[in-house]
């Protein structure tokens, strides 16, 4: 079935040390997405990829940034995790009339 | 600005009662997108529906129910006959038309439904 992967399920990473999370998606939509949602909030967008272009919220902190090497995988990078940035990392992908979610990466930093 | 609000932060039943969630948005768009998605303990975002602005005929699937009123800005959810399986947080989400498949999703801060034996 087409979907969209996210690994890993549960991730555990240091204060400070840099940890990727990586997305694929098998739908060929040429739009994907990182989400992030803290404990008992909403989902919020980080960024998005149009085809080979990025696009960054405002609010969005440097200490994130991403990677779409190709249509199929996108990486989402933090450099320096902190406490703050434990939360569940959502992964999207879209094309017209379809909006497909990953079933997440639970960050938590120690 | 686009805005959606779920008053009710937390709804507790017994299983086998009727729930409404409430959902009302806000949006300068004439053409948006309304969207209801679950998201159980296990944290995976469940879709439920997809709504079109110029749609408002209501729906029903199974022992779930939309409500679509532009005239209101309400988009709200009933789940009829509760079941225990159905506690999880609900959230509902509007977007601007596409453009291209571009689609932000811009959520209500949700609703969590707890429905007991």
């Known amino acids: 079935d087409a979907m969209v992967i996210q690994n890993p399920r549960y991730q555990v990473t240091q204060f400070g040390k840099p940890v990727t999370l990586s997305c694929s998606q098998t739908?060929?939509?040429?739009?994907m997405y990182w989400y992030q949602q803290k404990s008992s909030q909403a989902p919020k967008l980080l960024f998005h990829?149009?085809?080979?272009?990025?696009?960054n919220e405002a609010d969005t902190p440097d200490n994130f940034q991403s990677r779409r090497p190709n249509t199929s995988f996108c990486f989402l990078d933090i450099r320096s995790p902190g406490l703050g940035d434990a939360a569940m990392y959502l992964c999207?992908?879209?094309?017209?009339?379809?909006?497909?979610f990953g079933s997440g990466t639970r960050l938590t930093v120690v | 600005a686009q805005k959606v609000t779920q008053a009710q932060t937390e709804i507790s039943v017994v299983e086998k009662e009727d729930v409404t969630l409430d959902c009302v948005y806000e949006t300068r768009d004439t053409t948006y997108y309304l969207f209801w998605y679950k998201q159980p303990p296990s944290g995976e975002l469940v879709f439920l529906i997809r709504r079109n602005s110029f749609d408002e005929q209501n729906e029903i699937s199974g022992r779930y129910s939309w409500n679509f009123q532009k005239s209101t800005s309400s988009f709200n959810f009933t789940i009829t006959a509760s079941q225990v399986v159905d506690s999880a947080v609900y959230f509902c989400?509007?977007?601007?038309?596409?453009?291209?498949?571009?689609?932000?999703?811009?959520f209500g801060a949700g609703t969590r439904l707890a429905v007991h034996p």
């Open positions: 990829y149009y085809d080979k272009d990025f696009n």
């Open positions: 989400a509007l977007s601007e038309a596409e453009a291209g498949g571009y689609n932000k999703l811009i």
């Open positions: 999207a992908t879209s094309r017209a009339g379809g909006y497909t």
């Open positions: 739908l060929n939509h040429n739009v």
